[in-house]
């Protein structure tokens, strides 16, 4: 069956972008978390914007109504923010809800309905026990044949990882460089929930250990460390607490104009010049368990938009939930053949300073992972990075013109890819 | 062998409960499908037919959950006595997601993808229904 190629019927930019802390922070609802993410965002566009401007909100969710006995959000984020009367809509696609919420949000501006849409994302997870939030989480696979038998969120990433081990040799501390990686790049994020790199965890509970008067732990570095069950002890095996996000909460906000209004409220906008979403079945009906089909879909469907290669991106945010899938990812996203990505991490290729950067923000891993604004706190580390505003984690010797970000729902049955153009 | 049973969840845990893992077949093309699925994602027919597994199989991915949903709480699982959960593909073709049994939970690093299984069906508890699981040959 042949299709014709898929096209926005008028361009789409970004003029501002910011996000709330990422943290687990008791006294502040979703609520609160999404104004302090709206005002972040308002300070970055250059020209300012009037909310009365602003003609509708797409905000992504996963779970409001279990983490915190809050459903149908949409409205009260639209009123806090001073929107009311303008349409407010929430998306739910587990981890990919604010993901596909930008999508939503395009698509309603390249319809020519609206010219200026607010697209943000917002989770309080901390309310719940970690027994509770496992629960939660889970119920984003088939909970009637997934759940049923046990398989947990980080239980399903984790039989990924074996399943990627068995086919290409990667070892336990392939996975282990990918959560060094990213806290490196976390600890010089200031809004990241764990700015702090893994040897800096590692000689805190060293000293830690010594104020107290307890038997010193002795680490020979990262590696011993992570290897060691007293410091990182696993959740699923071969996930151990160091290979999974934390349990964040957080929100996050972007500005989208029709492209021809980009100069009246941007310096430096942005252009949205790829957009590509799929679906996959539950694990156990893929094909192949290493690779997921949804992200392979969005991929070729954006870059088929865009007109461009996957060596042509520059930087990319990449869905690490797990650290098993940031390697899953960037081989989906053909940065790496498949079965190349843990040895290129190895290689340092995938570092803020190598050949292809990915999640300088830190990642969810360390930057944190409110399901639902993770897609769209990516966006937010690529409007920094692409505007030359990253401060101490700038890309070194990159001129970014190019970049991606890639947005997974649970294990993976949804999947959003966004390509990113400055001119 | 063919069943009059509707071509849904309720239909595949019953069938679970009297020790038989069925699968659904396509009758226009013969695409198996596990669990069940009422229409062919491969040629969209919706005529299907009950189609019972030998139940043998190898293990093709697993996980040794330390920290699990509150049921398994409930059985008595925890980070000192984790519980293996796997996907299993069958000699007929499918692949299943169920409770692994009969290998050592705590050195999962001894566990091989590949190992072949037989499918078991664990005992129906007071208000939950039998799900799948599988036990090394
Ligand atoms: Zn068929």
Redesign the interface.
């Known amino acids: 069956m042949s299709r014709r190629a898929r096209r926005l019927g008028r361009g789409v930019a970004l003029v501002g972008a910011g996000m709330s802390k990422f943290g687990a922070f008791a006294d502040k609802t979703s609520r609160d978390l999404f104004v302090d993410a709206f005002n972040a965002m308002t300070k970055t566009v250059d020209k300012g914007v009037d909310t009365e401007d602003i003609e509708a909100l797409y905000v992504g969710n996963y779970s409001s109504d279990l983490f915190e006995g809050q459903g149908h959000i949409a409205p009260i984020m639209a009123d806090w923010v001073g929107l009311v009367p303008k349409p407010a809509t929430r998306v739910e696609d587990a981890c990919a809800s604010s993901g596909v919420a930008i999508r939503e949000g395009i698509l309603a501006i390249a319809s020519g309905l609206y010219d200026t849409v607010l697209v943000g994302g917002t989770e309080k997870m901390t309310n719940l026990p970690t027994e509770q939030v496992t629960d939660t989480l889970a119920s984003a696979s088939d909970a009637v044949y997934e759940g049923a038998c046990g398989f947990t969120f980080p239980g399903l990433y984790a039989a990924m990882a074996t399943a990627y081990m068995a086919k290409y040799g990667a070892s336990v501390e392939h996975f282990m460089k990918v959560g060094i990686k990213n806290h490196n790049n976390g600890a010089l994020n200031p809004k990241a929930q764990f700015n702090r790199s893994i040897k800096d965890l590692m000689n805190a509970r060293i000293e830690k250990a010594k104020q107290k008067g307890e038997p010193v732990p002795y680490w020979r570095d990262e590696l011993e460390f992570l290897k060691d069950p007293r410091a990182n002890p696993v959740v699923a095996w071969p996930m151990r607490l160091f290979d999974c996000s934390p349990i964040t909460d957080g929100a996050a906000c972007i500005l989208l104009v029709a492209e021809d209004l980009a100069g009246d409220f941007s310096d430096n906008p942005i252009y949205i010049i790829g957009t590509g979403q799929g679906s996959d079945h539950a694990l156990n009906e893929r094909k192949d368990l290493t690779s997921i089909l949804a992200s392979r879909t969005a991929a070729k469907q954006a870059y088929e938009m865009a007109g461009v290669k996957p060596e042509d991106i520059q930087i990319a945010e990449v869905h690490d939930c797990f650290t098993i899938a940031e390697l899953m990812a960037i081989e989906d996203l053909g940065f790496f053949k498949p079965g190349e990505a843990f040895k290129a991490t190895e290689r340092g290729l995938t570092a803020r300073d190598g050949a292809k950067p990915i999640n300088t923000s830190g990642g969810l891993k360390s930057k944190g992972h409110p399901v639902g604004a993770s897609g769209v706190g990516q966006v937010v580390e690529i409007w920094h990075q692409m505007r030359g505003e990253a401060g101490p984690r700038q890309v070194p010797g990159k001129d970014i013109r190019l970049a991606l970000t890639h947005n997974v729902g649970a294990t993976g049955g949804t999947c959003v890819v966004h390509i990113y153009q400055r001119r | 062998m063919t069943e009059e049973r509707e071509f849904d969840?309720a239909s595949f845990y019953r069938f679970l409960a009297e020790k038989k893992l069925m699968a659904s077949r396509c009758k226009k093309c013969q695409e198996l499908?596990?669990?069940p699925h009422p229409i062919c994602s491969k040629c969209h027919g919706n005529d299907m037919e009950w189609v019972e597994m030998k139940g043998k199989g190898r293990l093709?991915?697993?996980?040794?959950?330390?920290?699990?949903?509150?049921f398994?709480?409930e059985e008595g699982y925890d980070?000192d006595n984790?519980?293996l959960?796997?996907?299993v593909e069958l000699e007929e073709g499918?692949?299943?997601?169920?409770?692994i049994r009969g290998l050592d939970a705590r050195k999962?690093?001894g566990i091989?993808?590949?190992t072949p299984l037989t499918v078991e069906f664990m005992e129906q508890e007071e208000g939950r229904?039998c799900?799948?699981?599988f036990k090394a040959r």
Do not use: C, N, Q
């Open positions: 969840s499908y596990l669990p093709a991915a697993f996980t040794a959950v330390a920290v699990g949903p509150s398994t709480i980070r984790p519980y959960v796997g996907v499918p692949k299943v997601s169920g409770r999962p690093e091989k993808v590949g229904r799900f799948v699981a």
